[in-house]
């Protein structure tokens, strides 16, 4: 079982906001069962191009936390998920993805909408 490891956002903490640097830190351990953890919230606001990150962590992607520009479910923001879930593909990921979402409007739309998004991208 590996030990994930999840960039935050500058607003949160000041420690490896971005995949680059998590993977920069990762990459002397000896361990290798530490994977990036790699949430889309935090991502919508340090990382370039959330998709291009998504490629970066390769095989060093253990979790996605599938969530929109403003922690709502996807589909009630403005990320561009198309391409991040692409990017998923081409990397090969075949592991876990969660939403870790706002209850909002409320916590059945927000749940409704996280399970159409899954459906929606991950037949």
Known sequence: MPLLYEP?????TNLLNRVDD???????????????????????IEEAGIAAAVRLTGPHLGHIH?????????????????????????IGYAGYISGEVLPLPDGDTAAKQTITSFKRWFH
């Not at 935050?8 to 949160?12: A, F, Q, S, T």
């Not at 998590?22 to 919508?44: E, G, I, W």
Request: proline share 4%; aromatic share 8%; net charge positive.
């Open 66 to 90: 599938f969530a929109d520009s403003n922690r709502h479910a996807i589909g009630l923001g403005h990320t561009d998920i198309a391409p991040v879930v692409q990017a998923l593909r081409d």
């Open 22 to 44: 998590a993977l920069s830190f990762l990459k002397p351990l000896q361990a290798r069962n530490v994977k990036l953890l790699c949430d889309l919230f935090h991502m919508n």
């Open 8 to 12: 935050l956002n500058r607003y949160e």
